[in-house]
């Protein structure tokens, strides 16, 4: 197994709201994230990482790191305070310096557009129900094309669409319903679709294409019925998310499925033509781990709707795989579906690939040396890294590979008890401190394979 090529695109990630803090600073207006519900003993996002007062530091650290580049959010509701209308100049100003200090480091800029934080303004006019928002989202991408467009040459739309969708926690409650959630993601389809079409007519020279995440099943055995499953699961979870920004139209086989759940999207007139306007460059896409799934004949009488596990009675039922390991929160690690998915992926699409996410979260802690000892997140890490270079050598076009995450951020569901970063940040959920950055482990380690060229 060889090196990489000398100009793959080594990094790491982020997300807005989970590393900014800085939440309501500057002219920023809330967005879902500041106004949502969260769990008992959960730390809120007000402050985060506060990347927003410390990102010179932190793009310090990320260059003696060696990172080739850095994979951020831009908040919408900093840029635009309800989401559309006025601009917030303290917010453009924001990225304007930390894109610049990206570049002054030596780092590319890859720029995701929306990461799960819509401006709570938009949400409290019907969010994506509302097709108003497909408009507003378009007309924000346009400014930060016209500002940032001359220094940033990838841009990412819309990040795990596909995990909004099927795990919108508003259906999972029941407060949704679930063609509403199918809907919506229509117009984030045609939002998409529209800014891929937009940058593209603007001449730029960079590339732009969506990041779902991304993560192909396998059938529990050699069943036919079980090899059946893992297509149709592979068809809601995967391709009704990729076959749209690459082909302009979605897939059949996912179709048919919603269609037989009653949960299909309403068209209206021109969609078809709107979405067949706006093909990707790349795929970028988040792997965490793999899925299987088994055929599934419910009882009778029981309802035909997917559950929190992705579900559907009549198609497939989500399983553990006994051949995996687990982490502590219980996900499976799964480094040889990397490159099964990155093969999938490629051989279907064609399209150049790269990883904005990967990575393991933790119970990372500050040890009596002053350091943080994260083996199990190297091993990780590297045996992940391995399959992914070996499925470059044979053959899939990787431009870029994105750890999740840089530094410590808040994770969504439990806090900063479950850490992903190479940086660890001092503070708990319940205790501000110093939030003094610490690399860990991980950090040289992963410095030594940008080095080596992914050896």
């Given at each position: 197994?060889?090196?990489?090529?000398?100009?793959?695109?080594?990094g790491s990630?982020?997300?807005?709201?989970?590393?900014?803090?800085?939440?309501l600073?500057?002219?920023?207006?809330?967005?879902?994230q500041?106004?949502?519900?969260?769990?008992?003993?959960?730390?809120?996002?007000k402050v985060?990482?506060?990347?927003?007062?410390?990102?010179?530091?932190?793009?310090?650290?990320?260059?003696?790191?060696?990172?080739?580049?850095?994979?951020?959010?831009?908040?919408?509701?900093?840029?635009?305070?309800?989401?559309?209308?006025e601009?917030n100049?303290?917010?453009?100003?924001?990225?304007?310096?930390l894109i610049?200090?990206?570049?002054?480091?030596?780092?590319?800029?890859i720029?995701?557009m929306?990461?799960?934080?819509?401006?709570?303004?938009?949400?409290?006019?019907?969010?994506?129900?509302?097709?108003?928002?497909i408009?507003?989202?378009?007309?924000?991408?346009?400014?930060?094309?016209d500002?940032?467009?001359?220094?940033?040459?990838?841009?990412?739309?819309?990040?795990?669409?596909?995990?909004?969708?099927?795990?919108?926690?508003?259906?999972?409650?029941?407060?949704?319903s679930?063609?509403?959630?199918?809907?919506?993601?229509?117009?984030?389809?045609?939002?998409?679709?529209?800014?891929?079409?937009?940058?593209?007519?603007?001449?730029?020279?960079?590339?732009?294409?969506?990041?779902?995440?991304?993560?192909?099943?396998?059938?529990?055995?050699?069943?036919?019925?079980?090899?059946?499953?893992?297509?149709?699961?592979?068809?809601?979870r995967?391709?009704?998310?990729?076959?749209?920004?690459?082909?302009?139209?979605?897939?059949?086989?996912?179709?048919?499925?919603?269609?037989a759940?009653?949960?299909?999207?309403?068209?209206?007139?021109?969609?078809?033509?709107?979405?067949?306007?706006?093909?990707?460059?790349?795929?970028?896409?988040?792997?965490?781990?793999?899925?299987?799934?088994?055929?599934?004949?419910?009882?009778?009488?029981?309802?035909?709707?997917p559950?929190?596990?992705?579900?559907?009675?009549?198609?497939?039922?989500?399983?553990?795989?006994?051949?995996?390991?687990?982490?502590?929160?219980?996900?499976?690690?799964?480094?040889?579906?990397?490159?099964?998915?990155?093969?999938?992926?490629?051989?279907?699409?064609?399209?150049?690939?790269?990883?904005?996410?990967?990575?393991?979260?933790?119970?990372?802690?500050?040890?009596?040396?002053?350091?943080?000892?994260?083996d199990?997140?190297?091993?990780?890490?590297?045996?992940?890294?391995?399959?992914?270079?070996?499925?470059i050598?044979?053959?899939?076009?990787?431009?870029?590979y994105?750890?999740?995450?840089?530094?410590?951020?808040?994770?969504?569901?439990?806090?900063?008890r479950?850490?992903?970063?190479?940086?660890?940040?001092?503070?708990?959920?319940?205790?501000?401190?110093?939030?003094?950055?610490?690399?860990?482990?991980?950090?040289?380690?992963?410095?030594?394979?940008i080095r080596?060229?992914?050896?």
């Amino acid at each position: 197994m060889g090196k990489v090529p000398s100009d793959f695109l080594w990094g790491s990630a982020t997300s807005a709201y989970q590393v900014e803090g800085a939440s309501l600073t500057d002219g920023k207006g809330p967005s879902v994230q500041d106004t949502k519900k969260l769990p008992a003993n959960t730390t809120d996002f007000k402050v985060a990482s506060d990347h927003y007062h410390h990102f010179k530091e932190d793009i310090a650290l990320f260059q003696e790191l060696g990172l080739k580049a850095y994979r951020f959010s831009i908040a919408w509701s900093r840029i635009l305070p309800t989401g559309q209308g006025e601009v917030n100049p303290a917010g453009l100003a924001f990225y304007d310096e930390l894109i610049n200090a990206c570049i002054q480091a030596g780092i590319e800029p890859i720029v995701t557009m929306y990461h799960f934080d819509l401006p709570d303004a938009l949400e409290q006019a019907g969010g994506w129900a509302n097709r108003a928002t497909i408009d507003a989202f378009v007309a924000y991408c346009q400014i930060l094309f016209d500002h940032f467009g001359d220094r940033v040459q990838y841009w990412l739309t819309i990040n795990e669409q596909n995990m909004m969708v099927l795990a919108n926690e508003s259906v999972l409650s029941g407060r949704k319903s679930v063609q509403q959630s199918f809907q919506e993601n229509h117009h984030m389809l045609l939002a998409q679709a529209k800014v891929i079409k937009l940058y593209h007519e603007l001449d730029y020279a960079g590339k732009i294409g969506p990041a779902p995440n991304i993560a192909y099943a396998y059938p529990a055995s050699s069943a036919p019925e079980d090899i059946l499953a893992a297509q149709w699961f592979n068809s809601i979870r995967n391709w009704l998310f990729l076959d749209v920004p690459v082909y302009g139209r979605y897939d059949p086989q996912a179709m048919s499925l919603l269609q037989a759940m009653q949960v299909a999207p309403e068209f209206a007139s021109g969609d078809a033509e709107i979405l067949a306007a706006g093909i990707c460059d790349i795929i970028a896409f988040n792997y965490y781990n793999s899925n299987t799934v088994a055929a599934n004949m419910p009882e009778k009488g029981q309802a035909q709707t997917p559950t929190a596990d992705f579900s559907v009675p009549y198609f497939f039922k989500s399983v553990s795989n006994p051949h995996l390991a687990k982490t502590e929160f219980g996900w499976e690690i799964d480094p040889i579906g990397f490159r099964i998915t990155l093969h999938e992926l490629y051989n279907r699409y064609h399209k150049p690939l790269l990883i904005t996410e990967n990575g393991i979260g933790g119970r990372d802690e500050l040890a009596a040396d002053g350091k943080i000892h994260d083996d199990y997140r190297i091993q990780y890490l590297s045996a992940h890294i391995q399959e992914m270079t070996q499925a470059i050598h044979e053959g899939v076009d990787v431009i870029g590979y994105c750890s999740w995450s840089a530094l410590d951020v808040v994770s969504t569901h439990e806090g900063m008890r479950k850490r992903y970063g190479l940086i660890y940040v001092n503070r708990t959920d319940t205790e501000l401190r110093d939030l003094k950055r610490y690399p860990k482990d991980s950090f040289y380690w992963y410095q030594g394979v940008i080095r080596n060229g992914g050896v």
